[in-house]
C-alpha cells in the first residue's frame, strides 16, 4: 500500500481496489490531513430498479464493507435507493425518500460505530413542497451534515427532477473541506468552480453514467453520453482531489422494458488531474444488486508530484518552478481563478509525495 502524505490544504489519496460481482471500490491509501492519515473510497453500488428497502438494507450492509476496510470517506453513486431509469414523477413516487429519513436512518448508526464519513446519491422528496430532487447527502458520525441537491440537469433528470435550489455548498469536517457533485453537473465547469472558490479540498462525485444498449437505432442514440469521461477535468482545472463514485450493470424498467447500461469506471484524481486509481470498465452484463468480492490490483510505482494547487487562502511562498498549469495552460478555458496558486515545493511542515 502507497501512502500519498501532503499538508492541510491538499487532502489527499492513492490507491489500490476493491471490487467484485456485485460491485466496486476504488479505495486509496493514507494521506494526511495535518498528522491524520485518511483513506477515501469511490464505491460502485449497483441498485436494484424499485427495490428502495432492500437498496437500504444492501447499502448498509456495502457501508459496513467499506468501514472494515479503514475507509474514512466514501462516495457512493447517484439515486442510490431507487435505481434511475423511471419515466416520470408518478413512476419514481414510490421510491423516493426525504432526508432525514428511511436511508439516513438506516446508515447513521452504522456510521457512529465506525467513524466513517459518506456521500451517497438518494432521489430526494422534499418534506415541505412534495418536489423531488436529485440529491447527495453527507453524513458522518456525527448525523447529517449535508446536503446538495443536482444543478445540471440533462434530459433524463429533468422528467424527474425539480431544479437543485441549495447552492454549491462546502462542507467543514474533520478530514477536510467536501464539496458534492452529481453526475451531469460535471458538463458544466461552473459547479466545480464554485466549490473550489469556496475552499473544497475534496470533491465527492455522485454518478450513474449510463450509456444506450448496443444496438440502439441512431435515431434513439443521439444523446448517448457517458458523464465519467469528463471526470477529470474537476480535479485538473481547479486543484482539487475527486472522488468520483458510479456503478455498473444494466438496468431494466420492468414497466416500459427499457434498459440502460452503466459501464463502471469509479475513480479517485489527484489536483493536478492524474488519475490514481479506477476501478473497471465493464461491457453491459446484468449483475445482481449490491456490493461484493475484493480485487486488489499492484500499486503502480509512485512519483514525486509537481505541485499541490489549492484554491484555499494560505501564505505558502509560490514556486520558482511552476507547474504544468501556471508555466503550460494559461489558455486554458476558462481560466484558472486568481485564488488558486501553484505551492510547490510545500511549506514548512507539509510532507511530499513518496513511495
Known amino acids: 500500500m502507497t501512502a500519498v502524505p501532503l499538508q492541510r490544504l491538499a487532502v489527499a489519496s492513492l490507491g489500490l481496489m476493491i471490487t467484485g460481482l456485485l460491485g466496486s471500490v476504488a479505495l486509496p491509501a493514507s494521506a494526511q490531513v495535518g498528522s491524520l492519515p485518511i483513506k477515501v473510497a469511490a464505491v460502485d453500488f449497483i441498485p436494484a430498479w424499485g427495490d428502495r428497502d432492500g437498496n437500504i438494507r444492501r447499502l448498509v450492509q456495502a457501508t459496513e464493507r467499506v468501514a472494515a476496510e479503514g475507509v474514512n470517506y466514501a462516495v457512493f453513486p447517484e439515486t442510490a435507493i431507487s435505481g434511475y431509469d423511471f419515466t416520470g414523477p408518478a413512476q419514481l413516487a414510490p421510491f423516493v425518500d426525504t432526508i432525514p429519513g428511511q436511508a439516513t436512518a438506516a446508515l447513521l448508526p452504522v456510521l457512529k460505530r465506525t467513524g466513517l464519513y459518506m456521500s451517497v446519491g438518494i432521489a430526494e422528496k422534499d418534506s415541505a413542497t412534495g418536489l423531488f430532487y436529485n440529491t447527495a447527502v453527507l453524513m458522518g458520525p456525527e448525523g447529517i451534515i449535508g446536503k446538495y441537491r443536482k444543478n445540471g440537469l440533462n434530459g433524463q433528470d429533468v422528467q424527474l427532477f425539480g431544479p437543485g435550489d441549495t447552492d454549491v455548498g462546502v462542507f467543514d469536517t474533520p478530514i477536510g473541506r467536501i464539496a458534492l457533485i452529481i453526475c451531469y453537473d460535471d458538463t458544466y465547469w461552473q459547479y466545480d468552480r464554485l466549490a473550489a472558490l469556496r475552499g473544497a479540498q ?120 511552476p507547474c504544468w498549469r501556471c508555466a503550460g495552460r494559461r489558455s486554458m478555458s476558462p481560466p484558472p481563478p486568481a485564488a488558486v496558486r501553484c505551492n510547490w515545493p510545500p511549506p514548512s511542515g507539509a510532507l511530499a509525495l513518496h513511495a
Open 202 to 321: 475534496i470533491i465527492g462525485w455522485h454518478s450513474v453514467s449510463d450509456r444506450v444498449m448496443p444496438g440502439t437505432p441512431a435515431a434513439q442514440a443521439r444523446s448517448n453520453h457517458s458523464t465519467v469521461a469528463s471526470v477529470q477535468h474537476m480535479s485538473a482545472l481547479n486543484g482539487v482531489w475527486v472522488v468520483g463514485a458510479t456503478r455498473s450493470g444494466i438496468e431494466r424498467n420492468p414497466i416500459t422494458g427499457s434498459q440502460l447500461y452503466y459501464n463502471g469506471g469509479s475513480s479517485i484524481w489527484s489536483p493536478s488531474g492524474r488519475k490514481l486509481v479506477q476501478a473497471p470498465v465493464v461491457p453491459p452484463a446484468v449483475l445482481p444488486p449490491g456490493l461484493n468480492g475484493l480485487f486488489r490490483p499492484r500499486s503502480p510505482r509512485q512519483t514525486p508530484m509537481p505541485c499541490a494547487i489549492s484554491a484555499w487562502p494560505h501564505a505558502a511562498p509560490r514556486s520558482t518552478t
